[in-house]
């Protein structure tokens, strides 16, 4: 197993139409070949595991998975189950509320293969952690309540179907360093409070809201839970009664009056 390292880094600062600066970090490595004519693509984000880069003519992101690399044929498996995930998270949220996810496997400047996860890449779309829900009205704040209303009971449909349960809600972490920093043990209450008590759906870093007219809400992580069985159990428990207060919190902050 390798971790990716990201190859070269560049930071281009760009000033705007607004005198103001903006600045972007670009990776140079030939993981991105499949993708990408020069090799360099620009991080757009870093969730949990996974760091995000979007390529020049900003119509796809690559999803990386940082400790994944190997030298081996078996990441053409690891490849093929991904696939077989995102297709059946699809399919169970339906097209409204899911983009296409393909893998390509590809290999790295040190010689890793890793499998790419590429999608689509939503423009000025906005994970529903970072909306302001003040600057949305009333008509489209209930829309999006049904809409997540929508995607529990699909979700709860699949995870019934096929045992099998897609992320509604997902982390996010600064850096690679901090991701590490929280897996010690230490920070285990503290997560397990996150979890269990202030990262509600209205939280989610894996629901996206996108720029369309009108907004479509979009599923944008289809990993899935890869642990024990009776660990997917306990999670999978957990999570149908955090459904049912996150229903509450839906109607109080979206579609109450
Ligand atoms: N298709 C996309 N278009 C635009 N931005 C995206 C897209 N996919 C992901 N992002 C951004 O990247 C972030 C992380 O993506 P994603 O949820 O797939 O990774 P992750 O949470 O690290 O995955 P995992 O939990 O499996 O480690 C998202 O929260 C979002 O901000
Ligand atoms: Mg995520």
């Known amino acids: 197993m390798q971790h990716f390292s990201g190859g070269v880094r560049q930071f281009c600062c760009q000033h705007t ?3 103001t600066t903006t600045c972007m970090e670009h990776h ?4 991105f070949a499949p993708i990408d004519i020069d090799h360099v693509m620009e991080r757009v984000a870093g969730g949990n595991e996974t760091e995000v880069y979007r390529s020049d003519d900003h119509r796809f992101v690559v999803k990386l998975k940082g400790e994944l690399g190997s030298r081996d044929a078996a990441k053409l498996a690891d490849a093929r189950s991904m696939q077989q995930a995102a297709r059946r998270f699809a399919a169970c949220l339906g097209p409204r509320h899911a983009i296409p996810t393909y893998f390509v496997l590809s290999r790295d400047s040190e010689g890793f293969v890793h499998a790419l996860a590429i999608q689509p890449y939503l423009a000025n779309a906005r994970v529903l952690a970072s909306i302001d829900w003040k600057t949305i009205d009333v ?3 209930r829309q999006i309540g049904r809409d997540l209303r929508h995607i529990i009971a699909r979700a709860v449909g699949c995870l019934f179907r096929t045992g099998h349960l897609p992320d509604l809600y997902g982390r996010v972490s600064a850096s690679a360093a901090e991701r590490k920093r929280r897996k010690q043990l230490r920070y285990l209450a503290e997560r397990i409070w996150s979890f269990l008590v202030k990262r509600t759906i209205l939280h ?24 024990s069985p009776l660990y997917r159990v306990i999670y999978f428990l957990t999570r149908l009664i955090l459904f049912g207060r996150d229903l509450i919190v839906i109607w109080w902050r979206l579609e109450r009056g």
Do not use: G, H
């Not at 140079?28 to 993981?31: A, G, M, P, T, Y």
């Open 28 to 31: 140079r490595n030939d993981v």
């Open 139 to 141: 008509a489209q704040r």
């Open 204 to 227: 989610s870093q894996n629901l996206m809201l996108t720029a369309e007219q009108p907004p479509r809400l979009v599923l944008i992580d289809y990993d899935e839970v890869r642990r």
């Open 17 to 19: 139409l607004e005198d």
